[in-house]
């Protein structure tokens, strides 16, 4: 990742490389802002922690990328990276993708090495690695003549050399801001998280900070200058800097020169503009935004996160970056504990950060920056105090104001399972893209599609040609399925024709699995969401969806349409009564939880089966079809094989009837299908397979995804801290495929 990454120097004798910001967008980023395809965001992937995730794996998945977590942490953040690293090539991610996960962490990315760093301060480092700061010639993102201008009072020199903070005058924080007046200024790197929007640059600084934690001298980042304040400690912790004390110093500072302000305000709340296509972060405010909500958020999370690496790292040396971050950010889970997750932000934030110390570095911190920042004024009064302020301020925002999803409610709305589903969307292009989008959307974030859950299909319910081909990727769907892309789309609704070449892609991709030996045929949902009226339906369309029931019988098939079409339509699907659907999408994307979530009920039905991991506080469900075990057999059996040791047990349950079983039920798998003629009738095995911890926590973890066994369907979040890996054998068995 040339782009992010710049240049290294490497400093003899120094324990870290002095690195620090240029006040220009690399060039290399110089396209996300110049080329009108990359500059409109709604041909980039959403900013989700998903796509944040799924990039980090596609850089951790290149062949040619061998860095290890702490690597990884800093090299995003283009900081503190060991001289010996070799360097990202500019082809691992495309523009596109590159520029997604650069807005994700644009408070962080568009510096860089200005060849001077012999004379740079220390300060820059911690700055930069959270901080926004963008000048740059060729594209104006930050009108200098303006913050010049608006300077007053004891504010020192502007040195455009000199790497310091100065984006933050005028209420201003993001790039973006200083180019108008807008009430609501638009915030950048923000990633939306089920646990509130988080600047995930302070996050990611929060753990590249504390893999590497220093104690850095107070009098190395003042430069040699004198303080102007007295009781200051002589060292600052680098995970502060990079996390809470680097936002409340600057806020401090801000508004301790800019309003005299006794109080230093804390939290600004915003919003995304659309509550499926999260792409524009709104702020309800442009004065005191120096410590916006996301950023608290952030701030919080890298400094819990930095806080627990090592010992992380302890419990498994291997990590990822994108295990860690998927884990914390998790309904379930933790990291490595059911306790450590976003969820309990809150509570972990009381019990990680105290207040002394949180005063004291961010004391030492303010008082150095002081020495540094170009300032519209002095501070009148105590430093001491403000900083008070700002740390009491900050603690009673935090508990009172930020109402994120706590675990309990979260623990209510998340089911105990993971998704694991193929779903095909056949999609009629006469919706209004606007309207569809924000519905796909919700439906691939809430069946997980990602490397280790579900996958995404988009169809054209016209022909069934493939618009965006299978892929377990949110951030390719996203960047696949543009307006463009759908204006595109042939329109129109013909279901003989869509359903037929369904049917042979599914029938040959059947095929092309059982010939690399894979059994178990995926749990596969193709839903039509139709706007058109009047849907023709005769014989034909009829055969063909029965073929497909009979021939591919992990298959589901839904219909979601704009009008009631029940009468044409009932009698393609295998439940009329619930595989049918009016949805009423509205043109703006509003209430899409509302209107999808029938439609998300039925697909959550469908689950994957066969060798899987069981994740402590979740259960799997299994449902293997009659196609395996119809033909006569008396050694088949299905066995559910614990692969690893560690505590609590597995509990399973098998029914022949309840979709989801629960309870012991006896295993029968020796003449399954006696007393049924076809295939069609004899009804499948359902399985469930659930860890029993006690609610332990993992002391030590053995991670089940192996990148060099890529035939093992592995997950990332499958911590062996429990049970392991069960993997289910269907002992003697063979697939019919009769029609
Ligand atoms: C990658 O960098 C090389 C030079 O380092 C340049 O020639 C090439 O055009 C770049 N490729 C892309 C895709 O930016
Ligand atoms: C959100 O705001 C951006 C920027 O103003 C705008 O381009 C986009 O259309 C808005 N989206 C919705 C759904 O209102
Ligand atoms: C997305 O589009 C690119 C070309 O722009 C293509 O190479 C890629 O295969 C597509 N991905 C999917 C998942 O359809
Ligand atoms: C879709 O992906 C499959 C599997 O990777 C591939 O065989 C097929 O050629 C692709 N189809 C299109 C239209 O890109
Ligand atoms: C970038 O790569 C992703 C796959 O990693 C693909 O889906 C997307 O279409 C590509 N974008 C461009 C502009 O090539
Ligand atoms: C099946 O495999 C063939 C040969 O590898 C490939 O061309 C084809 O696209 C595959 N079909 C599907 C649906 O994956
Ligand atoms: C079935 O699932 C496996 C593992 O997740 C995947 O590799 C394969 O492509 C899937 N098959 C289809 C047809 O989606
Ligand atoms: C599909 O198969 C099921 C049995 O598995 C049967 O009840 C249903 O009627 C079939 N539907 C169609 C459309 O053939």
Known sequence: MYWLLILLVAIAGCTHAQLTAQTSVAPELRECYLDPLLVNRNNLPPSTIQVLIDIIQKIEDNSDV?????????????????????????????????CAIHHMLSTTVDARVRG??????????????????????DVEILNLAQIKSATHGNMRQYDPN?????????????????????????????????WGAVSTGNVIAGIAAGAQLQQVPVVELAKGSVLNYNNVQQTVTSIYPATL????????????????????????????????????????????????????????????????????????????????????YSSRNGVF???????????????????????????AFAAALDTNMPLRGTIIGGLESLVNSAVTNFQSYTSSNLNDLSCLTSDGQSPDYRLKTNLYIALDSSWQYSAVYP?????????????????ATLLSAFDGSIVVNTTFSPADFHSNYTLLKHQSMLTGVNLETSLTNIRLMMQESLRNESLRNYVGGNSTVLLYLINSGNIQNNEAVWEQARQLNNTVPDLRIIFATATNQFDSLWNLVRDMHN?????????????????????????????????????????????????????????????????????????????????????NIEIFLQNPCDGFWTINSCPPLYLSVQSNTGGAAATSAVCTDSPTTSDIKSRSRSWDVSVGLAVLELVSSSYSLLS
Request: hydrophobic share 35%.
């Open 66 to 98: 061998n860095v290890d977590l702490r690597q990884l942490s800093a090299l995003v953040l283009h900081t503190l990276i060991p001289s010996n690293l070799q360097v990202l090539a500019n082809t691992t991610l495309n523009s596109s993708l590159k």
């Open 116 to 137: 001077d760093e012999n004379t740079c301060n220390q300060l820059s480092q911690y700055r930069a690695l959270r901080t926004a700061r963008s000048v740059n010639d």
């Open 162 to 194: 000199d790497d310091v903070e100065f984006s933050n005058y005028g209420g201003s924080k993001s790039e973006k801001q200083l180019l108008g007046e807008s009430q609501c200024p638009l915030l950048d790197g923000v990633a939306f998280t089920d």
């Open 245 to 328: 004390s680097g936002d409340l110093a600057e806020a401090v500072l801000i508004q301790g020169t800019d309003r005299g302000s006794p109080s230093i305000a804390i939290g600004t709340a915003g919003n995304w503009n659309s509550s499926q296509a999260h792409r524009h972060y709104m702020l309800h405010s442009r004065v005191n935004v120096e410590m916006t909500d996301p950023e608290i958020r952030g701030d919080i999370d890298g400094f819990l996160l930095g806080s627990t690496i090592t010992n992380a790292l302890n419990s498994y040396s291997s990590l990822r970056l994108s295990q860690l971050l998927d884990m914390y």
């Open 337 to 363: 504990n059911a306790d450590f997750r976003a969820c309990n932000r809150r509570s972990l934030s009381q019990q990680y950060i105290t207040s002394a110390n949180l005063v004291g570095e961010t004391y």
């Open 439 to 455: 519905a796909i959307a919700y439906l691939l974030d809430a069946i997980e599609v990602g490397k280790f859950g579900s996958s």
């Open 579 to 663: 595989d049918i659907k009016t949805i009423a999408l509205s043109s703006t994307g509003t209430n899409v939880e509302i209107v999808m979530g029938s439609v998300l009920e039925r697909i959550q039905q469908r689950t994957r089966q066969f060798d899987d991991f069981v994740e402590p506080g979740y259960i799997n469900f299994y449902a293997i079809s009659p196609n395996y075990f119809f033909e006569q057999n008396d050694n088949r059996r299905l066995r559910v094989v614990r692969s690893s040791s560690g505590v609590g047990s597995l509990v399973i349950c098998h029914s022949r009837s309840v979709v989801q079983p629960s309870g």
